[in-house]
């Protein structure tokens, strides 16, 4: 009898850790604990994609107003093909596919950059090498050293949902933000 019950708990143990892997879409599902209330808020599909139409247009609109702030501040933008070079050996390096990549100019560039994946743990885990790569930051503070006054990246399930999204803003006062679908997605510390 403890052998059949041992196997039985053994095998719910790893089905759960499967379910909850990196890519099962269960973690797409699992949800955020904001606060310290510990009430979990889980996150629909349409809440995801409305989520992602309202944050882009707030850091587009964002990106208009700063245009305004600290005209004389210059970023040390990559050319372009140096971007797009390291963004598809880190898709090549990380399982994802680029879906979309628009160069925005308030000023100076202000990337625009979107993915689709499967490996969602994995992208997540990834997040800040991949940053790194394409938006390179210099010096200690994060208040400069930026190369460029705007960064959105936007990740998509195989859906087109997305699950991550994350931007700064550097012209002006600098402010940065992630979402994500569940707390294990969150690709950079929060609180």
């Not at 052998?3 to 879409?25: D, E, M, N």
């Not at 990380?94 to 950059?113: C, E, H, M, N, W």
């Not at 990740?155 to 949902?161: H, K, L, N, S, T």
Request: proline share 5%; hydrophobic share 40%; aromatic share 10%.
């Amino acid at each position: 009898m403890r052998r059949v019950v041992l196997g039985a708990l053994v095998t719910v143990s790893v089905l759960s850790a499967a379910a909850c892997g990196g890519s099962s879409r269960a973690i797409l599902y699992a949800g955020i604990t904001p606060g310290t209330s510990g009430h979990r808020i889980y996150i629909s599909d349409a809440t995801a994609r409305a989520h992602g139409t309202a944050d882009l247009a707030r850091w587009k609109a964002s990106l208009r107003a700063d245009v305004r702030r600290a005209p004389e501040k210059r970023f040390h933008n990559l050319p372009p093909r140096d971007f797009l070079a390291r963004f598809h050996s880190a898709a090549a390096r990380y399982g994802f596919t680029i879906t979309s990549v628009r160069f925005y100019k308030p000023r100076q560039l202000a990337p625009y950059v979107r993915v689709e994946t499967t490996h969602y743990l994995r992208l997540a885990r990834a997040m800040a090498t991949i940053e790194q790569a394409i938006n390179p930051h210099g010096g200690r503070s994060d208040l400069k050293g930026w190369s460029y006054e705007g960064f959105y990246f936007q990740a998509d399930d195989e859906r087109g949902i997305p699950f991550i999204i994350t931007s700064t803003l550097t012209r002006g006062q600098v402010a940065g933000s992630q979402w994500a679908r569940s707390e294990q997605l969150y690709p950079f510390s929060h609180g």
